[in-house]
Nanobody, 125 residues
Framework: DVQLVESGGGSVQAGGSLRLSCAASGRMSSRPWMAWFCQPPGKEREGVAAFNIGARVAAYADSVQDRFTISLDNAKNALYLQMNSLKFEGTAMYYC???????????????????WGQGTQVTVS
């Protein structure tokens, strides 16, 4: 099993930055994708960014392209999301997720992911 614990959320003014961290137990390298999702109030969970472990390439939602950066530290078994130029619509609970090798789907599909953290709240005002 994989356990994921997010941290780094908080309140920030529009235009500001935050860096989210996800500490993982269990090898992230065994997962095809590691990703960040967000769930704004009253809305469904949606993919923000993901890192393909094998190809070592990142994918981003159009809405965060060029503002957010996802990164992976194998030595620390940690996933990060650097969020710059945050917008009001960035207010959401942010979740770290680990994909299952046995599931199909796009990187931004929640069903692709087997393990989830408890989330960390980001509020942009």
């Amino acid at each position: 099993d994989v356990q994921l614990v997010e941290s780094g959320g908080g309140s920030v003014q529009a235009g500001g930055s935050l860096r989210l961290s996800c500490a993982a137990s269990g090898r992230m390298s065994s997962r095809p994708w590691m990703a960040w999702f967000c769930q704004p109030p009253g809305k469904e969970r949606e993919g923000v960014a993901a890192f393909n472990i094998g190809a070592r390439v990142a994918a981003y939602a159009d809405s965060v392209q060029d503002r957010f950066t996802i990164s992976l530290d194998n030595a620390k078994n940690a996933l990060y999301l650097q969020m710059n130029s945050l917008k009001f619509e960035g207010t959401a609970m942010y979740y770290c997720a680990a994909a299952s090798p046995g599931r199909d789907g796009s990187w931004y599909s929640p069903g692709r992911y087997e393990y989830w953290g408890q989330g960390t709240q980001v509020t942009v005002s």
